[in-house]
């Protein structure tokens, strides 16, 4: 349980870091630590809009779980809010201008690292299950600027839910003062201008690769997975093209006796194509096949549905967890759309 000061009470189970059909958003960006704990410092204003034109804290990505959903659990969340399916380490940003007043950067309890920021139309807002904050506590921060990101740290963990930004909002006051159960919903005083939806769902490019590698893992080190003769990359895009999809990763495996982990990787580039950040994404464990012959098939899957913006590429790496264990053959099939 959350002391009153610290907040969102355990309101569900948590989402499990596996892979999931949620959409996933990778965004450029190295996380930075920080650390202060505090409390309110502002007094809340008497004259609070009922209103706001918020950012989005990171701009026009899915919603896993909405506000209405977060009422309609049983039992129902103690703190309903959006969450904004993002991959670990995306920027967060402020959603207007206004004064950081509360800060935690433990992952105890349901919440996570938090940020909460009192805005100067005298509503509040709280970012949950964060991975970094960027901002002091008392920082006066302008709408737009990056001020965290993102994670899922929740009950004593970094993996205490599935990746995303949960966004808590309350008109004129604190969550104290009105109750943390009576949030509203975020997404009624958001500015959808610079994100407008797309008129109409293209038709995405298929490709599908074949890799013979036939190549004996080491036990217990992660191995990058290669794709192409030349090639480890799954996705990539740049300044000038984004790229929307939906990959799954298909694995033959011999000498599987314990079994094999997979997971995929977002590496962040700077304009010179130097590598700045690396951000793993949940890890799948296939376990071996009821036959435990040397010479016995087992067969790993592993599906990500991702969004890259920013200079970004993809790949993947798999690691053995008993000696002996061969990658016979690596199959890619992804359905993506660039912009």
Known sequence: ???????????????????????????????????????????????????????????????????????NRNPPSAEPGTDYAVVTGSQVRAATNGVIVDRKDSTTTATGRYLALRADDGNYIRYLHLQS???????????????????????????????????????????????????VDFENYVDPS???????????????????????LPNGVWAKMPVAADSSWLAESSAAIKETGDLTIYLTATGVTSGFQIRVLAQGLDSSGNVISTSPQPVVEVKPTAQTAASSLTYGEYSLPYFLSGPLRLYAQV?????????????????????
């Open 133 to 183: 904050s960027t901002v002091p506590l008392g920082a006066r921060v302008s709408r737009g600027q990056v001020i965290a990101y993102s994670g899922a740290s929740g009950f004593g963990t970094d993996t205490g839910y599935g990746p995303h930004v949960h966004v808590s909002l309350w008109i004129g006051g604190t969550p104290l003062q009105l109750g943390f159960a009576n949030s």
């Open 1 to 71: 349980m959350c002391d009153a000061g610290d907040a969102e009470l355990p309101d569900a189970e948590p989402l499990r870091p596996v892979f999931s059909r949620r959409v996933v958003l990778l965004a450029a960006g190295a996380a930075i630590g920080a650390s202060a704990i505090g409390r309110e410092l502002v007094a809340p204003s008497t004259s609070a809009l009922a209103a706001g034109t918020y950012l989005r804290p990171c701009g026009n990505v899915p919603i896993s779980s909405s506000w209405q959903g977060h009422r």
């Open 194 to 216: 610079p994100y407008p939806p797309p008129p109409e769902d293209p038709v995405p490019l298929h490709k599908s690769t074949k890799y013979t590698w036939n190549a004996a």
């Open 319 to 339: 690691r053995a967890l008993n000696q002996g264990i061969r990658i016979q053959q690596v199959v890619v099939k992804k359905n993506y759309w660039q912009s």
